[in-house]
């Protein structure tokens, strides 16, 4: 692992908003967005992450997190595994007292993330282009803490999703989150599909979409 005092990551923003997903839905928190993505799902609201960003070092990035005086700090992108100084960037979030949570793709390896963190972990449906970039090995890997998320576009990514976590007993592991995409999947036909199948996963909508839209820094 690289050592924290020469560490430094391309940042693509850094900003405060209410979290829009997940159990922390609704809190206040400050996003740092990674730049980065090998990914190119299709429905992919980021993709202004894609590239670019700017060189930041890890102590430049604390003091500005520092800023907001909020406990609760989200590590995203992009991708942020797909940069090794995202590893020493959660653990000295977590040194400075703050609640980390990572949002990640699913397609790098979890397995060296500071275990204070709680990891997002994305579990891509056939609906996205890039199911087979999915680290079936990182499955084993979470906790009760984590959380696993499908995005699903249609009903075949739905039977999709509810098969995998069947099969894999998913919902024993952590807690299991199924969103629709927007203005792809009607949010009432999965809410529906959900409580036909009595399904042990939590239906959500982004927060952040309802009041914001796409904008950028929200």
């Excluded at 090794?84 to 977590?94: E, F, H, I, Q, R």
Aim: hydrophobic share 40%.
């Amino acid at each position: 692992m690289e050592r924290r005092g020469t560490a430094s990551l391309r940042v693509s923003e850094v900003f405060h908003s209410l979290q829009g997903e997940a159990s922390r839905v609704g809190l206040p928190t400050v996003f740092v967005r990674l730049a980065g993505c090998p990914l190119r799902c299709v429905w992919c609201d980021t993709a202004h992450a894609f590239t670019g960003g700017r060189r930041m070092s890890l102590a430049a990035i604390l003091g500005r997190v520092s800023e907001y005086g909020v406990r609760q700090v989200c590590v995203t992108g992009g991708e942020p595994l797909v940069q090794k100084s995202c590893l020493p960037l959660l653990a000295s979030l977590c040194d400075a007292g703050h609640e980390v949570s990572l949002e990640t793709s699913g397609a790098f390896d979890i397995g060296g993330v500071d275990p204070r963190v709680s990891r997002i972990v994305d579990l891509k449906a056939p609906g996205s282009g890039e199911s087979q970039r999915n680290r079936w090995e990182n499955l084993p890997l979470l906790s009760a803490r984590d959380e696993l998320k499908f995005v699903l576009a249609d009903r075949a990514d739905y039977e999709w999703a509810r098969q995998t976590v069947a099969e894999r007993r998913l919902d024993r592991r952590c807690p299991i989150l199924f969103s629709p995409v927007q203005d792809t999947l009607a949010p009432r036909d999965l809410a529906e599909w959900i409580l036909a199948d009595r399904l042990p996963v939590r239906f959500q909508l982004p927060l952040h979409k309802s009041l914001w839209g796409n904008m950028r820094g929200k």
